[in-house]
T-cell receptor, first 115, second 112 residues
């Protein structure tokens, strides 16, 4: 267990709707990253949050947005859902303080199905 | 442009055999190369990682071999076991930057 918890584990949404996914980072970790993993593919970087601000973004449109809270937990929001947004959304936490480099620890993910 | 290319897509190995998965990267600025193991329905779990100042790193039955000039690295699983059956992902990033580029994954099936 990595200590990274995500909710919900599964959800089904209709095209055009909005979704919020939540993540609690591992204790002591101050950085949260979000990844999208389509079926049969490797994870793709969406964005990262550090000190409650976006700190790097992948090739995803603005309808993908996020938040980080003072306790380092995070949310991923996706507006105007499209069928191609169906995927496993992974949260990963890490620490910018220690010397472990950039080891990131993933949660179990949230499975999103858009119909 | 795919930053990290992984092969093979799938691999079948007999119990006790050696599993080898290869990755190649494009960006010479990458300097941290982890491997992740993912079981169905689970998130990826860090298996082993290497930095380019060494050519090989071994942890138990798992070894990373790194060739900086060729921009390639590989995962070797010695004495493969049925419990190793999972999907393996290589990844690359700039150290302390925390944005990872993942390969497309290799589904390993170890036959008893």
């Amino acid at each position: 267990e990595t200590g990274v918890t995500q909710s919900p584990t599964h959800l089904i949404k209709t095209r055009g709707q909005q979704v919020t996914l939540r993540c609690s980072s591992q204790s002591g970790h101050n950085t949260v990253s979000w990844y999208q993993q389509a079926l049969g593919q490797g994870p793709q970087f969406i964005f990262q949050y550090y000190r409650e601000e976006e700190n790097g973004r992948g090739n995803f449109p603005p309808r993908f947005s996020g938040l980080q809270f003072p306790n380092y937990s995070s949310e991923l929001n996706v507006n105007a859902l499209e069928l191609d947004d169906s995927a496993l959304y992974l949260c990963a936490s890490s620490s910018q303080r220690d010397n472990s480099g950039n080891t990131i620890y993933f949660g179990e993910g949230s499975w999103l199905t858009v119909v | 442009q795919q930053q990290v290319k992984q092969s093979p897509q799938s691999l079948i190995v007999q119990k006790g055999g050696i599993s080898i998965i290869n990755c190649a990267y494009e960006n010479t600025a990458f300097d941290y190369f982890p491997w992740y193991q993912q079981f169905p329905g689970k998130g990826p779990a860090l298996l082993i990682a290497i930095r380019p100042d060494v050519s090989e790193k071994k942890e138990g039955r798992f070894t990373i071999s790194f060739n900086k000039s060729a921009k390639q690295f590989s995962l070797h699983i010695m004495d493969s076991q049925p419990g190793d059956s999972a999907t393996y992902f290589c990844a690359a990033s700039k150290y302390n930057f925390n944005k990872f580029y993942f390969g497309s994954g290799t589904k390993l099936n170890v036959k008893p």
